[in-house]
C-alpha cells in the first residue's frame, strides 16, 4: 500500500503548527481528497537548519523558507510569514513582528513595546492588519503556490484574553467587539489573516493531491 501524499509545514511554533493544520484540513469542511494528506511539523522530522529571514516582505520569506526547507528535507512544504501592519506606524512592526522587541518570539516584550509605540494614539487611529503569506515548495525547493491575505482590526490600550499568540491580545476586531485573544478558536478560524489565506490555498493543494503530484 503506497504511502499517503504528505506535506510539512515548516515551523518550531506548536501553536502555529497546529492552528495551520487544522486550518489545512478543517473539521468543519470535511474533504474526502484532503483527508487523504499526512500533514507533518518540523517536530516530526529530522533536524533542519534555521532559515535566516531577511525577505523585504511576508512573500518573500515564507517562498524562502518553503524553499530551503523542502531542498533540505526532499519533501514538500508549506511556509507562512506572518505579521502585523499598523498603520500609525507606518506598517511596523512588519516583517519583524516576531522579534519586534529584539529577541524572536518574545510574545510579552513585543506587545509591550508595540503599546508603549502607540501609547500617544488616539483610538480612531490605532488601525492594524494582520497579514498572512502562504507558499508551497516541492522537494526541489521550487515554488509552485503562493497565496497571501489579511484581516484588518484596531489595536487595543492592554492585553484582552488569552487565547491565541503573538499580537492576538492586542488585536480587535471591531464587528465582534473581541480581541482575536478572546474570540473562540471556531470564530477566528474562519475570519484570521491565516484563515482567510489558507482558504485561498486549499484549492490548489487538493489539486495537488488529486493528482498525485503532492506524496
Keep these: 500500500m503506497s504511502a499517503p501524499p504528505a506535506l510539512v509545514i515548516a515551523t518550531r511554533n506548536p501553536k502555529k503548527a497546529r492552528e495551520m493544520q487544522t486550518l489545512l484540513v478543517p473539521p468543519w469542511e470535511p474533504d474526502p481528497v484532503l483527508a487523504r ?20 516582505s511576508f512573500a518573500a520569506n515564507a517562498r524562502k523558507k518553503a524553499a530551503q526547507t523542502a531542498q533540505h528535507l526532499g519533501r514538500w512544504v508549506v511556509a507562512d510569514d506572518s505579521g502585523l501592519a499598523v498603520d500609525a506606524l507606518a506598517g511596523a512592526p512588519g516583517v519583524y513582528s516576531a522579534r519586534y522587541a529584539g529577541t524572536h518570539g ?31 515548495a516541492d522537494p526541489d525547493g521550487s515554488i509552485v503556490a503562493e497565496v ?13 484574553g488569552t487565547g491565541g499568540f503573538g499580537y492576538d491580545p492586542l ?22 489573516h491565516r484563515a482567510r489565506a489558507f482558504a485561498r490555498l486549499r484549492p490548489i493543494v487538493r489539486r495537488l493531491v488529486a493528482e498525485g503530484r503532492l506524496g
Design 37 to 56: 494528506l499526512e500533514v507533518l511539523s518540523l517536530d516530526h522530522l529530522k533536524p533542519v537548519p534555521e532559515v535566516v529571514e531577511d525577505g523585504d
Design 106 to 136: 518574545d510574545d510579552a516584550a513585543n506587545n509591550r513595546k508595540l503599546l508603549e509605540a502607540l501609547a500617544e494614539v488616539p483610538d480612531e487611529q490605532r488601525g492594524a492588519a494582520f497579514v498572512c503569506a502562504l507558499a508551497v
Design 148 to 160: 497571501e491575505a489579511q484581516c484588518r482590526g484596531r489595536i487595543t490600550r492592554e492585553l484582552r
Design 171 to 192: 488585536f480587535l476586531i471591531p464587528e465582534y467587539h473581541k480581541t482575536f485573544g478572546e474570540l473562540s478558536p471556531l470564530v477566528k478560524n474562519q475570519i484570521s
